[in-house]
């Protein structure tokens, strides 16, 4: 709705489109929490392990992604539905959820594969996370008013770098963040074996014993609550941490200076800039 403020659209002639976004992030949710094996979302169960309870392990996880794929269809009825470039903004839609399989695919693979460095890393978080978390909701908003190539470039040259660091701030949280806080558990990353950044600069950082305990604790299902500690402790001693934490903030830095594009109306700036600060700064 902001995007399409931005380009002069009026009202809430694309709420419909809003709650399309908003059942497109329930399809990718419902899918990344079932191929992570994820039981808790947002303080409750999530919706393959629900259904489990109900109809047993494999019919509730194959139910749970038709539903996933439900969620998706929806999406797409309420966007090419909308008035203004509907068609145009499918394709975003199409384009930005390539990405996004793309990414989640790398993401999946990189456990099993050779170690990715910051810079991999922050490569698959951009596909996976950031081509749908902020540009496409701006970007498919802005479409539908007809907004300009400049306009557009704008958006995107703050949603980007706001979609890794978003991600980056979530991945912290993941490992460090209070269960009761985040709705959600804070050892599963480390027992399944995430690539993520903080787990690069660790490993670019640790001594070797440091690298070989963290190298074999992570993936293992069976991790005790003491091992998850001693890894954490391996996180924060070798300054990972706070190096993540640091390119977060760089990343949020270099979203909101994206905002004093002239071309952005200064209601739609403030109003991005305040979710920017809360984006990485959430959970402190």
Same mark, same amino acid.
């Given at each position: 709705?902001? @995007?399409?403020?931005?380009?002069?659209?009026? @009202?809430?002639?694309?709420?419909?489109?809003?709650?399309?976004?908003?059942?497109? %992030?329930?399809?990718?949710?419902?899918?990344?929490?079932?191929?992570?094996?994820? &039981? #808790?979302?947002?303080?409750?169960?999530?919706? %393959?392990?629900?259904?489990?309870?109900? *109809?047993?392990? %494999?019919?509730?996880?194959?139910?749970?992604?038709?539903?996933?794929?439900?969620?998706?269809?929806?999406?797409? &009825?309420?966007?090419? $539905?909308?008035?203004?470039?509907?068609?145009?903004?499918?394709?975003?839609?199409?384009?930005?959820?390539?990405? #996004?399989?793309v990414g989640q695919a790398l993401? #999946?693979? /990189?456990?099993? @594969? =050779?170690?990715?460095?910051?810079?991999?890393?922050? &490569?698959?978080?951009?596909?996976?996370?950031?081509?749908?978390?902020? &540009?496409?909701?701006?970007?498919?908003?802005?479409?539908?008013?007809?907004?300009?190539?400049?306009?557009?470039?704008?958006?995107? $040259?703050?949603?980007?770098?706001?979609?890794?660091?978003?991600?980056? /701030?979530?991945?912290?949280?993941?490992?460090?963040?209070?269960?009761?806080?985040?709705?959600?558990?804070?050892?599963?990353?480390?027992?399944? @074996?995430?690539?993520?950044?903080?787990?690069?600069?660790?490993?670019?950082?640790?001594? =070797?014993?440091?690298?070989?305990?963290?190298?074999?604790?992570?993936?293992?299902e069976g991790l005790s609550d /003491?091992?998850?500690?001693?890894?954490?402790?391996?996180?924060?001693?070798?300054?990972?941490?706070?190096?993540?934490?640091?390119?977060?903030?760089?990343?949020?830095?270099?979203? *909101?200076?994206?905002?004093?594009? =002239?071309?952005? =109306?200064?209601?739609v700036a403030q109003a991005l800039?305040?979710?920017?600060?809360?984006? #990485?700064?959430?959970?402190?």
């Amino acid at each position: 709705m902001l @995007g399409h403020e931005a380009a002069g659209g009026k @009202g809430d002639a694309v709420l419909d489109a809003s709650v399309g976004m908003e059942l497109l %992030h329930g399809y990718l949710l419902i899918h990344d929490d079932f191929m992570d094996r994820d &039981e #808790v979302r947002r303080g409750g169960p999530t919706v %393959h392990a629900a259904l489990a309870k109900r *109809v047993g392990e %494999h019919t509730g996880g194959s139910v749970a992604i038709l539903l996933g794929s439900l969620c998706q269809a929806w999406a797409y &009825e309420l966007v090419l $539905a909308a008035p203004g470039r509907a068609l145009e903004a499918a394709r975003l839609l199409t384009e930005a959820l390539q990405d #996004v399989i793309v990414g989640q695919a790398l993401d #999946v693979l /990189a456990p099993s @594969g =050779p170690e990715l460095s910051g810079e991999g890393v922050l &490569e698959v978080q951009r596909l996976k996370t950031g081509s749908y978390t902020f &540009e496409l909701p701006l970007r498919l908003g802005a479409v539908l008013a007809g907004g300009s190539r400049a306009l557009l470039d704008a958006l995107s $040259a703050y949603a980007r770098p706001l979609g890794q660091a978003f991600q980056i /701030a979530d991945d912290l949280l993941g490992t460090f963040g209070s269960p009761e806080v985040t709705g959600k558990p804070n050892a599963s990353d480390l027992r399944d @074996g995430k690539r993520t950044l903080l787990i690069a600069r660790a490993l670019e950082a640790a001594t =070797p014993q440091e690298a070989a305990r963290l190298r074999a604790g992570l993936g293992n299902e069976g991790l005790s609550d /003491a091992e998850i500690e001693a890894l954490r402790e391996i996180l924060l001693r070798t300054g990972a941490a706070d190096a993540a934490r640091a390119e977060a903030e760089r990343l949020c830095d270099e979203a *909101v200076r994206a905002l004093d594009a =002239p071309v952005l =109306p200064g209601r739609v700036a403030q109003a991005l800039r305040e979710i920017a600060t809360y984006s #990485v700064q959430r959970g402190k």
